[in-house]
C-alpha cells in the first residue's frame, strides 16, 4: 500500500525528484539579452560560492533534524485551501502524475515550476509550520524582460502605518532553459568579483556577460524587496544563494540538476525557503568583513 506524503514527509521530500520537463523540440526566438547594465549605485563586489559537500550535508542535517518521519496525520491535499502535493514518487506514496503542456515558452515553464516544486513545497511549510499559513508565493508584475526572466516571492500581505505591504523573505527567479544554458549557470556560480570601474571609463560601454546581467537583475530585484534570499531555476537546473547584509557580497550553492538526489531540489528548496524565514536550524549567512549595512525598511522585514 502507497503512503501519503505526509505519512513520512521526510521520506518523500528525500525521494521524491522532479519529472523530466517536455520542451518544444525548436527554441522559441526571443532576444535572450537581459535589461541589466553596469551602474554605479550597486554594491555588489564578490560572489562567494559554497562548497558542494559542505552545503549538502547542512541541508542533509536540516532535514533530518525538522522534517518529520513519522506521520503528520495529513491527505497529500488540504480540501480547504486546496494545497496538495504534487511531484510523484512511485512506487511509496500516491501522488498523481499532473499532465501539462509543452513548455515552449516563459509563461508554460513558469506552469511546471509553480505546479511542481513549488505547490509541493508550499503544502510542506504549511504542515510543518502553521504559523506561515498566510505565506504564499506570489508572481510579480511583468517587467522590460518578461519574455525571457519572471520573479516569483515568497510574501505576505502586512499592514504598516495604515497601509498594506507586501514582506518577501525569497525570491525565485526564472529563465527558460534554451536562454539560461547549464555553462552560463556555472559561471553565475563562479568565484568571481565586481570590481567598480575609473570615473573616466563609460559604463554604458563596458561589455558584459550573460551571468554578468543576472547578476546586476537579481541584485535589483532583490534590494528593491528588501528580501536577499534567492533561487534561480530554468526547472532543469536550480541555484540556491544569499546576499550579504550589506548587499556587497552573494553566496551561491553549486548548480543542481532537477533530478538530483541527496539532496533532492525538493529538499533543498524547502531547507532554503525555512532559512530565508528564520526558521530554526536554518543556514545563517556569513559576515563580510569590512562592509557596511544597506539600509533597510522595517516593512520588509521577514521575521515571523
Known amino acids: 500500500m502507497a503512503w501519503r506524503a505526509p505519512d513520512n514527509l521526510r521520506f518523500y521530500i528525500q525521494e521524491a525528484r522532479l519529472v523530466s520537463i517536455n520542451l518544444s523540440s525548436s527554441q522559441p526566438s526571443v532576444d535572450a539579452a537581459l535589461h541589466a547594465l553596469p551602474r554605479r549605485y550597486r ?16 541541508c542533509q542535517d536540516w532535514t533530518d533534524n525538522f522534517v518529520p518521519c513519522v506521520s503528520l496525520g495529513e491527505e497529500d491535499e488540504d480540501k480547504e485551501t486546496g494545497e496538495r502535493f ?22 508554460r515553464l513558469f ?20 504559523e506561515t499559513q498566510a505565506w504564499s508565493f506570489a508572481s510579480d508584475a511583468d517587467d522590460p524582460d518578461h519574455t525571457v526572466f519572471k520573479c516569483i516571492t515568497w510574501s505576505q500581505l502586512v499592514d504598516h502605518d495604515d497601509e498594506r505591504h507586501c514582506r518577501s523573505a525569497m525570491s525565485i527567479f526564472i529563465q527558460p532553459p534554451w536562454v539560461l544554458s547549464v555553462r552560463d549557470l ?9 570590481l567598480g570601474l575609473s570615473s ?34 530554468t526547472y532543469t537546473h536550480w541555484v540556491f544563494g544569499v546576499f550579504s547584509n550589506g548587499w556587497t557580497a552573494a553566496f551561491v550553492s553549486p548548480v543542481y540538476s532537477h533530478d538530483s538526489h541527496d539532496p533532492s531540489v525538493l529538499q533543498l528548496l524547502l ?13 545563517v549567512v ?18 515571523l
Request: charged share 20%; with cysteine; proline share 11%.
Open 200 to 233: 573616466s571609463t563609460p559604463w554604458h560601454e563596458r561589455p558584459t556577460t550573460p551571468h554578468e546581467r543576472l547578476w546586476y537583475k537579481l541584485w535589483d530585484c532583490c534590494i528593491t524587496r528588501s528580501c536577499p534570499w534567492f533561487v534561480v531555476s
Open 271 to 283: 531547507f532554503w525557503l525555512c532559512s530565508a524565514m528564520g526558521l530554526p536550524g536554518g543556514w
Open 86 to 107: 504534487t511531484v510523484p514518487c512511485p512506487p511509496f506514496y500516491q501522488v498523481p502524475s499532473i499532465s501539462l503542456a509543452r513548455a515552449d515558452s516563459l509563461k
Open 286 to 303: 556569513p559576515e563580510v568583513r569590512i562592509e557596511p549595512a544597506y539600509p533597510r525598511s522595517s516593512s520588509h522585514g521577514h521575521s
Open 186 to 194: 556555472e559561471s553565475f556560480c563562479k568565484r568571481q568579483s565586481f
Open 111 to 130: 506552469t511546471w515550476i509553480d505546479l511542481l516544486p513549488l505547490e509541493t513545497v508550499r503544502r510542506a511549510v504549511h504542515l510543518l509550520y502553521p
Open 43 to 58: 554594491k555588489l563586489r564578490a560572489i562567494h560560492p559554497l562548497r558542494l559537500a559542505l552545503f549538502n550535508e547542512y
